[in-house]
């Protein structure tokens, strides 16, 4: 094919394969005609002959044959876009994960069954989401509209309103029963924290995460308080506060109207979406602390002295608590002594977990846990200081928010007049939580 | 074979089937229901592999079905086929054309895709006159099929297309037509048929920014590429362009949120200052991209920003700890997040940032292990601020006893006592303890031998230790390694001839009979040499070792294509490192070379090597086939000044030429035998330095004893005032002693600065100078600083001085 233009060629995707767990076909759509089947022979030998699956990038390029694979996982499936052209690889990795999106919302779980029943749809959806190499569109719930699974009615589908609509995230002629809204308020913690206690990456990622379930094109309004409203406007607040910084909103918020009068206006897209992101690289207080001290006072045993605390107020709660505690593959016979919770020992995952229900702020809980080692093992240890991998922590705390964002109001107004309910929670939760042990102490 | 027949038998009933349902002028609702299942069987089949083509004629006999989900599949099967089967596409055309004139919008744009995925060249006519039909469709949806449709017939017949007014209609709806899904097509269109660069004119890009928030999130990324190639005017038209789209950096869409960071670097370009202030807006956008969303698209940003950090490492040297890497990153994350940290490294931050890749060298990974430790040596290496604590820190590597990280150790050690000379003796003592034969990696094992072989003088082992592996030449299979013997073998042979002679005669014995052509030629030579003249063949083996002022690496290739990539920001360039023409069918592009960002980044901070403009290795090492073997030209009767040129792998011409007569001039026991008196300071006649290693050393250094406390004031010659109008006279008579300057100004009135340095000739100490000169006066207020000690640095001054008084006297 020739290609043409003096600055770089145009940036396509030449065709798409979904590949199964075996990384068999189950589907393929060329657009460009540049790339044929053989090429994807290619790609299963060089996934089959990487020696794990971590160490292969999700860009590949293929020198022989001049292509670049670029794929994506989901479960087991492999989604993979070929390109013989310098494409855009941010774009494309995100067009395979929107369309991984857009097959869920359709097949509730995407799994192999699901490519393998419904061939005939997701040919329809690929023509819609992609013509000639170029990403078209990819909104789900509208797709959904005029591409039905089944096809069973037989009257010509609707024409697609939105696909070419000036709001073309929600259709028009929505009808709901139970007029509601659903606002979460999610922020998730991520925290690297040193053998010596050091804190060396802090940071949290915000959400305010909606559900819609209204009728017709209702006109939203939502009030933050106005420590965060400040912020967005750059103004400094006084005293010590937590900025947020990067915030990023939802294509439906109209930013002129931001931008002037501090009004987060909209017109929601339907079901599910994040209306605002952002994110905090202030250093704060990690809400939870996990000191592992792993001490081993003979060569065939191991001990583990685990204190867990909560560094947040009492009246609040840690719950779905769950610490992950490298242990050596080859450890036996456990005894374990946990305050609170129970601790079940994963040889297969070289780990112990801690789980623990809830947990109030402001208190510490500790576990002990002794292990035998094999002599073998016990004698290669001496010497190695090789590095465990870190403590892993996952926890919810309700009810709470790192940023200090409270929502003040929710206002739904639509010409029909109807009321809709507002549901507002507050949910911080653990990211990436680690706490990397020391090496020298074994 | 069952098998097969029954595939065959199934075929034939698929067949009768469909040409049952043909026959039906106006099928029940039931008999359609079934015949879509028929459909669905074929399509599935097609999908699994089978060949469906067969049934071809069958098929499409049952064109005129009214049945959409029916129709859709038999499309899909028609394009899937129409290639192979093009005389029997032609039968389909009719069908086509009508629906192409159906009611419903869907179906127009379906037939219409349809016919032109076909690629049957025989269609084009037909093509051609359904695209003009659907460019003026009353419908959106209809309009943008065609106008992609228009491309497919592009790459069918661009003769018949070009004949036509279709491109004109398509370059008018690009500006004109009110859906913004229409115009978004034509963009890719004309993109593709005109050329990017052609569609970023003024008007395009202007209409297409003002409409932007219309787009879909795709198409917005189609155009920020366009407006990415505009060069606006000044730099108020580059604010407008900006102000209209920064908040595109908003954008839940990671291709948006890169692509409008694309368009901020290029537009700003020519505007050093704002381009730094862009990167500072931009930063923040980038990671969150970064650290949110998913892994892969995280690696893809990541790899952007590593190509931003490496570009201007000051600016990111205060988000250090944004690159420290989480057990949960990705092992290619992580390798860019190293190297991130490696570059960004500075006065400041080196502390924590080393300690943190302190904690990847024990990774479980032992890639990143092993990176972790290239890092911390990479630091060690370019860093001449606190190197101190950054050493100790790398040779306790050694004492982790792990195979991995000793033998990445080894070659850092190696490349770090070569660059500075002053840690030899704490590496020396390190490595000591090492035993060879739990080295195994042929780049570490020769890195050990080589430590032997040039400090073997500290290490009272060192014979023993090469011992076994001398005696075993021929088993070494790495060459690399084998020429390594040699030379240290040689070497030690002259530091410690009784222990050595034996060893080193069966060496070379057996490397004269080695089968590779490098280790024999590197045998014979050393064997020549000694038999000539054992005097000349101490001076040349033994003699002193200039320190490497710079390592050439991988980044030589990166900088050649550096600006390249970066004009390719946003693309698959970025991932490979590579321009798009390497990878491509593409025609390489000259891109103008852009202002450095660093220069107007770095202020008075120390440069990066990374970025470094000369790489010039001036190492003498005997490793490597080119040098080795123009080493034996030189020795087997050339003029060592002369047709040596152009020798070594790394080293250019004059360097290494130039190299090789400091080595003969030097006595060899200069620098091997610490008890000797200091020689006379003569100073190199060509000395080099670039200004980022001079602002560095500048900085770090004490001035040197005749300046510590305040300029030393030496005086010039007595006709300064009249020959000294203006800074070159000093510069080129200074010159001619040996130093060289690097930076000079001022005006007779207010006198003269200038910065000098000069080099000791046999490489051991750098000079830099501060010079306030009033011609007037004919004084000279001088601070000099040096790395070679007060003695040297006492003796510089001298003839510094003495350069002064001589000047226009």
Request: hydrophobic content about 40%; aromatic content about 8%; overall charge negative.
């Given at each position: ?42 790609f299963?030998?060089i996934v089959?002959n990487a020696e794990s699956e971590s160490e292969l990038k999700p860009i590949i390029y293929d ?5 670049s694979f670029t794929y994506i996982r989901?479960?087991?499936?492999y989604?993979l ?8 690889a941010v774009?494309l990795l995100?067009?395979l994960h ?334 990436t ?10 | ?253 990671s291709?948006?949120?890169l ?27 980038l990671f969150?991209l970064a650290n949110a969303g998913a892994a892969e698209t995280a690696y893809a940003v990541w790899a952007h920003l590593h190509l931003l950090t490496m ?11 944004s690159f420290f890497c989480r057990g949960s990153d990705a092992p290619a994350v992580k390798k860019l997040k190293i190297e991130m940290l490696t570059a ?13 890749l302190?904690?990847y060298?024990?990774d479980v990974d032992a890639v990143i292990a092993r990176e972790g430790?290239r890092a ?178 991988g980044?030589?290739?990166a ?6 990539i ?5 693309s698959l360039s970025v991932l490979y490192r590579k ?231």
């Amino acid at each position: 094919m020739a290609l043409f233009g003096a600055g770089g060629s145009p940036a396509v995707c030449s065709s798409l394969y979904i590949l199964d767990s075996n990384l068999k076909t189950l589907l393929m759509r060329d657009w460009r005609g540049d790339t044929n089947p053989s090429m994807v022979e290619r790609f299963v030998s060089i996934v089959n002959n990487a020696e794990s699956e971590s160490e292969l990038k999700p860009i590949i390029y293929d020198d022989e044959i001049q292509t670049s694979f670029t794929y994506i996982r989901h479960r087991d499936l492999y989604f993979l876009a070929l390109t013989r052209t310098n494409a855009n690889a941010v774009a494309l990795l995100t067009f395979l994960h929107r369309l991984v999106d857009i097959f869920t919302h359709y097949f509730k779980e995407l799994k192999e069954e699901s490519i393998r029943d419904n061939f005939v749809i997701i040919y329809e959806l690929l023509d819609e989401v992609m013509d000639n190499g170029y990403p078209q569109f990819t909104e789900a719930k509208i797709l959904s509209e005029f591409i039905t699974v089944g096809a069973h009615e037989l009257q010509a589908p609707k024409a697609p309103m939105a696909v070419t609509n000036a709001v073309s995230w929600r259709s028009e002629g929505l009808r709901y029963q139970k007029n509601e809204v659903f606002l979460d308020v999610v922020e998730s913690c991520n925290c690297v924290v040193n053998a010596n206690g050091q804190i060396v990456n802090s940071e949290v990622n915000g959400a305010l995460r909606m559900r819609t379930q209204l009728s017709g094109m209702p006109e939203c309004k939502l009030g933050l308080n106005d420590k965060v409203m400040l912020q967005a406007q750059n103004k400094s607040t006084r005293g010590k506060s937590v900025e947020l910084e990067d915030i990023k909103f939802h294509q439906c918020v109209r930013l002129a109207r931001f931008e002037s009068d501090r009004t987060i206006s909209f017109i929601p897209p339907d079901g599910q979406f994040d209306l605002m992101n952002y994110r905090i690289t202030t250093p704060v207080k990690p809400l939870i602390w996990v000191e592992a001290k792993v001490t081993r006072p003979s060569r065939s045993r191991v001990e583990y002295s685990v204190k867990l605390r909560t560094q947040f107020k009492s009246r609040l709660n840690a719950t779905g608590i769950e610490v992950k505690l490298p242990v050596p593959g080859d450890a036996t016979t456990p005894e374990v002594k946990a305050a609170l919770g129970s601790v079940t020992y994963a040889p297969e995952q070289e780990a112990m977990l801690w789980k623990i229900k809830t947990v109030p702020g402001e208190k510490v809980v500790e576990m002990r846990a002794k292990f035998s080692l094999p002599s073998v093992s016990a004698l290669e240890d001496d010497g190695p200081r090789q590095k465990k991998p870190p403590v892993m922590v996952k926890f919810e705390v309700p009810y709470f928010t790192v940023s200090g964002v409270q929502v003040r109001f929710l206002k739904v107004i639509e010409k029909s007049g109807y009321q809709a309910l507002p549901w507002v929670r507050y949910i911080t939760k653990a990211g990436t939580y680690e706490f990397r042990l020391d090496h020298q102490s074994s | 074979m069952a098998a097969a027949r029954t595939k065959r038998s199934e075929m034939t009933d698929i067949s009768a089937a469909l040409r049952t349902f043909a026959s039906k002028g106006r099928p029940t609702k039931e008999e359609q229901a079934q015949r879509r299942q028929l459909f669905q069987k074929v399509i599935q089949y097609l999908t699994i592999g089978i060949d469906m083509s067969p049934v071809f004629s069958d098929v499409i006999m049952n064109a005129h079905t009214t049945d959409v989900a029916t129709k859709k599949m038999l499309y899909h099967y028609i394009t899937h086929y129409a290639q192979a089967n093009a005389d029997l596409a032609l039968l389909t055309v009719n069908t086509l054309q009508k629906d192409c004139r159906e009611e419903d919008p869907v179906i127009r744009g379906l037939a219409l895709r349809s016919m032109a995925s076909m690629q049957v060249p025989d269609l084009v006519e037909y093509l051609i006159d359904a695209i003009r039909l659907g460019l003026k469709d009353a419908d959106p949806y209809p309009r943008k099929t065609a106008a992609l449709g228009v491309l497919k017939v592009h790459d069918l017949a661009p003769e018949a297309l070009a004949e036509t007014e279709i491109l004109e209609e398509v370059r008018r709806m690009l500006i004109s037509d009110r859906d913004a899904s229409v115009v978004a097509n034509c963009l890719i269109v004309l993109r593709e048929i005109d050329g990017e660069r052609a569609l970023a004119t003024k008007q395009n890009v202007y209409g297409l920014i003002n409409r932007i928030k219309d787009f879909t999130q795709w198409s917005q990324v189609t155009i920020l590429e366009t407006v990415a190639l505009y060069k606006p005017a000044d730099k108020s038209e580059t604010f407008d362009v900006m102000n209209a789209l920064e908040d595109r950096l908003q954008s839940s869409n990671s291709a948006v949120v890169l692509g409008t960071v694309k368009v901020f670097l290029h537009a700003t370009l020519d505007l050093p200052d704002v381009h730094q202030q862009v990167f500072e807006r931009l930063k923040a956008p980038l990671f969150t991209l970064a650290n949110a969303g998913a892994a892969e698209t995280a690696y893809a940003v990541w790899a952007h920003l590593h190509l931003l950090t490496m570009r201007a490492p000051p600016l990111f040297a205060m988000d250090y700890k944004s690159f420290f890497c989480r057990g949960s990153d990705a092992p290619a994350v992580k390798k860019l997040k190293i190297e991130m940290l490696t570059a960004v490294a500075d006065d400041v931050n080196t502390y924590d940032i080393v300690s943190e890749l302190c904690e990847y060298v024990t990774d479980v990974d032992a890639v990143i292990a092993r990176e972790g430790v290239r890092a911390v040596g990479r630091i060690a290496l370019d860093g001449d601020q606190n190197v101190a604590g950054i050493v100790d820190r790398l040779l306790q590597f050694i004492e982790y006893n792990q195979e991995h990280i000793t033998a990445e150790t080894l070659v850092q050690v190696k490349d770090l006592v070569r660059k500075h000379p002053r840690w030899i003796d704490q590496c020396v003592v390190a490595v000591s303890g090492i035993e060879l034969e739990t080295i195994v990696e042929p780049e570490a094992k020769a890195a050990l031998v080589y430590l032997y072989g040039e400090f073997g003088q500290a290490m009272p082992e060192a014979p023993y230790m090469l011992e076994p592996l001398l005696d075993e030449f021929d088993e070494e299979e790495s060459e690399e390694v084998r020429l390594e013997l040699l030379a240290s073998a040689m070497k030690l042979f002259f530091k410690r001839a009784p222990e050595m002679r034996d060893m080193l005669g069966k060496a070379l014995a057996a490397g004269t009979n080695d089968a590779n052509q490098d280790v024999h030629d590197r045998a014979l030579m050393y064997a020549r040499l000694l038999h000539q003249d054992p005097e000349a063949a101490s001076r040349v083996i033994a003699g002193y070792k200039e320190s490497v002022a710079n390592f050439s690496d991988g980044a030589g290739f990166a900088d050649k294509f550096g600006e390249q990539i970066f004009d390719e920001f946003n693309s698959l360039s970025v991932l490979y490192r590579k321009p798009a023409f390497l990878f491509t069918d593409d025609k390489p592009v000259e891109v103008p070379r852009t202002p450095d960002v660093i220069e107007a980044a770095g202020g008075g901070g120390g440069g990066s090597a990374m970025m470094g403009d000369s790489l010039i290795d001036f190492g003498d090492e005997p490793v490597g086939a080119s040098s080795s073997r123009s080493a034996i030209d030189d020795l087997l009767g050339m003029p060592a000044g002369g047709g040596g040129g152009g020798g070594g792998g790394g080293g250019s011409g004059p360097g290494s030429s130039h190299n090789l007569l400091d080595l003969l001039d030097v006595p060899m026991d200069s620098a091997s035998i610490p008890a000797a008196p200091p020689p006379p300071l003569v100073l190199r006649p060509a000395p080099s330095l670039d200004a980022a290693t001079f602002q560095a050393r500048w900085a770090a250094l004490p001035p040197a004893p005749g300046c510590v406390s305040g300029p030393r004031v030496l005086t010039l010659g007595a006709n300064a005032p009249a020959v000294l109008t203006a800074p070159p006279p000093l510069m080129s008579h200074l010159a001619t002693r040996g130093f060289a300057t690097i930076a000079s100004g001022g005006a007779p009135s207010t006198g003269f600065k200038y910065y000098f340095y000069a080099q000791a000739a046999d490489g051991a100490g750098t000079f830099l100078v501060e010079a306030v000169v009033n011609p007037v006066a004919r004084a000279a207020n001088v601070v000099l600083k040096t790395d070679a000690g007060d003695q040297r640095g006492a003796a510089a001054e001298d003839i510094l001085a003495e350069a002064m008084a001589s000047f226009a006297a």
